[in-house]
């Protein structure tokens, strides 16, 4: 095993040994409550030892799932799942005045997994592995329960622990067998004349597809993706004619093809791959549950762009959505539209967008809860998504068409998903995409009178410094979102520096704005919630309040940055620093009138959850929830300045002399280009200029306390850029 690997199980067992302690003297704290009133039954007593289990189970990075149906169709009260939702404990509750013995006999006839499970009631536990008996423990005795639990989680079978450390030693590899495919590629770049037609002329359609600057850089990048993980949706899927099937892999197949017309070898060079081919392969058939296979691949792909490409992991935000957001959205919406339309999702007409569908999990979640009648429609001309990278595209077409195969009993492509870049849909050098099927698929989507819009858009307001040469794509075509969002949200705000307007999920917030253009419907996404009370939105919280007659948000808190006490890992429901919450902004002029009438026109509701709760707590309390109806709402009036959290501010605050103000500057401007007096003096500010002074966008490299060091960063920063312009 690597030793990454064996650091990271020594850490989670160290966690563990902590959290098992602490998590025993509650369990028999509350056995004792519960027996006190005379309480034994089943239900009743089972939920001491399911917080238990939980809480252990936290530890070690698991889940537990009550009464998870197995393809057996047996349902054992508790199931654990890891972080790749692959089964790794069952447990089985019985009563006190039930023979145990038996029970266990009974439970195992019936085709209860005998692997990993624990059989209990209370006063004995019984802890089979590898199907027959581990160990025996007296539950009323701390150490015997104890013993028994640690076997219980350290317990591993064979092909998963393979798995586990496959995946380790893939992502340490995973640099250096992209590094020798690109080094080959680069080489075929020179010497293939067949390979460099094909190459040029897949770069030549990226170039129109997605934007006119990618670099030839990123289009090996998409081949060594295509390379490296092609194998795994044929396998796992059971999908072996996936690349002919596929417009967008089709296409870059004629590519590979021509890579290896010469010496190149794809199958002798992926043969070192095999192990952790295998490996996931035999982990993937232990999940029986089509949803939890997706979130399987889902977390693989997570860990493969981590080792892969850190720079676009955090371009594109390659963090994927708790299926209990999932759910929570697709039922507001549903709620919402019930509400404010009297229609619902499955209703013909209600043609619904994920512009950001990362795997497909919003577009198969609403799938499967369409009503039966409404599935083929709604699958054929009226479900629509959209994805620019590469990998999460074609697991979004599989795991789409492989829910309406489960669904429906036959297999149809889903002509609803587009490879596109959504945000430059609105520029003009966008055709053709990828191929006739692809840009047909689009022209259909933008012709689309969209009423739902849905999803995750991805959150990331650029590069932390210069050096990381990481930043997002600019939109500044007359039609493009860049401008859209300078002459809106940032001409309105009051806010100095306006640049964290510039993260792609402001963008899509005003894209998703535009797409309804004057048409009533939903824009729902989860999404970082700094413009909610950040002083650089107050344009944007503006517009959407002139824009739309209802909004609705969710805050999930989780921001690190603004609490310290907080864990991203631990409280964050994506795991990230910076807060999130759930949006829902609703158009619906029949209720207010017409749009634009005040300008503060729509009506605000908020609503928060403690911001000390884990991220379980989160995703439990909208499991419980259910939908934006199950949530006590606050109505929030906004002030004059647009601020939607006004509690503790004060409201003899703004009469207060301003240091500066942009009108102070401007004026102050205008008296100097016009050679009157440059004072600085106002009637309505302190100052009339400020800026933020020298900013060198590369002090990682001017800045040190010895001068000797400074000299030769900035020769070597001069020569590395010497030659990057000769290169």
Not at 565 to 594: D, E, Y
């Amino acid at each position: 095993m690597s030793g990454i690997a064996t650091c990271a199980i020594i850490a989670r067992m160290t966690r563990a040994a902590a959290a098992q302690r602490k998590a025993l003297d509650k369990y028999y704290d509350t056995l004792t409550s519960i027996h006190a009133q005379g309480v034994t039954r089943e239900m009743a007593t089972r939920q001491a030892f399911a917080t238990l289990l939980e809480t252990l189970a936290r530890a070690h990075g698991w889940t537990l799932i009550m009464e998870q149906a197995l393809a057996s169709g047996k349902r054992p009260d508790g199931t654990l799942f890891d972080e790749f939702h692959i089964p790794r404990g069952h447990w089985e509750a019985k009563d006190s005045d039930d023979d145990l013995d038996s029970e266990i006999k009974r439970k195992s006839k019936f085709g209860y997994p005998l692997t990993n499970i624990i059989f209990e009631d209370t006063r004995r536990a019984v802890l089979y592995q590898n199907g027959t008996v581990a160990l025996e423990a007296d539950m009323r005795e701390c150490e015997q329960l104890s013993d028994l639990l640690a076997l219980y989680f350290a317990y591993t079978e064979p092909h998963v622990e393979q798995f586990d450390e496959a995946v380790s030693v893939f992502e340490e590899r995973i640099p250096d067998l992209a590094a020798a495919l690109e080094k080959t590629i680069e080489a075929e770049r020179v010497s293939n004349k067949k390979f460099i037609a094909a190459f040029n002329a897949f770069h030549d359609i990226c170039k129109t597809a997605i934007r006119p600057n990618i670099s030839a850089d990123e289009i090996e990048k998409m081949l060594v993706q295509h390379l490296l993980t092609e194998r795994l949706f044929r396998t796992i899927f059971d999908n072996p004619d996936f690349v002919n099937r596929n417009a967008i892999a089709a296409e870059i197949e004629k590519v590979i093809h021509a890579l290896t017309s010469r010496s190149f070898s794809r199958a002798e060079f992926l043969k070192r791959l095999d192990h952790f081919y295998n490996a996931i392969e035999a982990a993937a058939q232990t999940i029986d549950d089509f949803s939890q296979k997706q979130a399987f691949l889902n977390t693989v792909y997570e860990r493969f762009f981590q080792g892969y490409s850190q720079r676009q992991a955090d371009t594109f935000g390659i963090v994927y959505t708790p299926q209990p957001i999932v759910d929570f959205m697709r039922a507001s919406v549903e709620a919402v539209l019930g509400r404010e339309f009297g229609k619902s999702l499955s209703d013909e007409g209600v043609l619904i967008l994920d512009p950001c569908t990362g795997t497909g999990n919003f577009v198969v979640n609403i799938l499967r809860h369409l009503k039966p009648s409404a599935r083929q429609r709604k699958y054929a001309r009226e479900l629509f998504c959209n994805e620019i990278m590469l990998l999460p595209y074609y697991i979004a077409s599989l795991n789409v068409e492989h829910a309406y195969y489960e669904l429906t009993n036959e297999y149809a492509p889903f002509e609803g998903v587009c490879f596109v870049d959504t945000l430059g849909l609105t520029q003009t050098s966008q055709l053709p995409f990828f191929g006739e099927e692809n840009s047909e698929r689009i022209a259909r989507e933008q012709q689309a009178e969209i009423t739902v819009i849905i999803g995750n858009p991805p959150y990331n307001v650029g590069q932390r410094s210069e050096n990381e040469n990481n930043k997002n794509r600019r939109y500044d075509e007359p039609t493009g979102v860049d401008t859209r969002v300078r002459s809106t949200y940032a001409r309105d705000s009051r806010a100095t520096l306006n640049t964290k307007l510039y993260d792609p999920y402001v963008k899509f917030y005003r894209w998703a704005t535009d797409r309804l253009a004057d048409r009533d419907g939903i824009v729902c996404f989860v999404s970082n919630n700094s413009f909610v009370d950040q002083i650089a939105f107050d344009g944007m919280r503006q517009h959407l309040e002139r824009d739309f007659t209802a909004i609705y948000h969710l805050d999930l808190h989780g921001n690190v940055r603004k609490n310290p006490k907080l864990s991203g890992t631990t409280h964050n429901v994506f795991g990230i620093q910076v807060g999130v919450g759930i949006t829902l902004l609703v158009r619906n002029r029949a209720n207010v009138g017409a749009i634009h009438e005040s300008p503060l026109h729509a009506r605000i509701y908020y609503h928060r959850v403690p911001e000390n709760w884990r991220r379980d707590e989160k995703l439990a309390y909208l499991v419980q929830r259910q939908s934006t109806d199950g949530l006590e709402w606050k109505r929030l009036t906004p002030d004059a300045k647009h601020n939607w959290l006004t509690e503790g501010m004060q409201a003899d605050f703004a009469s207060f002399l301003p240091m500066g103000t942009k009108e102070a500057k401007t004026a102050y401007r205008k008296r100097v280009q016009k050679r009157k007096e440059s004072h600085v003096a106002d009637t309505y500010a302190t100052f009339g200029t400020y800026a933020p002074g020298v900013n060198t966008a590369r002090d990682g490299v001017v800045y040190d306390f010895d001068l000797e060091k400074l000299g030769a960063r900035v020769e070597k920063f001069v020569e590395d850029y010497d030659s990057e312009v000769s290169r």
